[in-house]
């Protein structure tokens, strides 16, 4: 089983941007789809970024759409998200999955123990 471990949360101001990493130890996640998700106190977990295992193909939540990136670093088993241009609406506890595919077309395999990011207007 996989470990996923996420850093790189923190408080911002609205505007600003902050990397979040994802980190994988016990297996390689290169053939893997991986994504990121969060959760706002009292909302349900939503999809923020998802990536496939090459890295050719991305798809991300409607709210962060030409703010946010995702890539991925097979060579280092990493996972990033890029946030630019944060709101205050962006504050949530960030979470890294693996899918159990090279697709996200497939369940979720295994999930990380979240990053909070707190954005300040």
């Known amino acids: 089983q996989v470990q996923l471990v996420e850093s790189g949360g923190g408080s911002v101001q609205a505007g600003g941007s902050l990397r979040l990493s994802c980190v994988a130890s016990?297996?390689?996640?290169?053939?893997?789809?991986m994504g990121w998700y969060r959760q706002a106190p009292g909302k349900q977990r939503e999809l923020v970024a998802r990536?496939?295992?090459?890295?050719?193909?991305?798809d991300y939540g409607d709210d962060v759409k030409g703010r946010f990136t995702i890539s991925r670093d097979h060579a280092k088993n990493m996972v990033y998200l890029q946030m630019n241009n944060l709101k205050p609406e962006d504050t949530a506890v960030y979470y890294c999955?693996?899918?159990?595919?090279?697709?996200?077309?497939?369940?979720?395999?295994?999930w990380g123990q979240g990053t909070q990011v707190s954005v300040s207007s």
């Open positions: 990536i496939t295992s090459a890295g050719y193909d991305t």
């Open positions: 016990g297996s390689s996640i290169r053939f893997n789809a």
């Open positions: 999955n693996t899918y159990k595919t090279f697709t996200w077309n497939s369940a979720i395999d295994s």
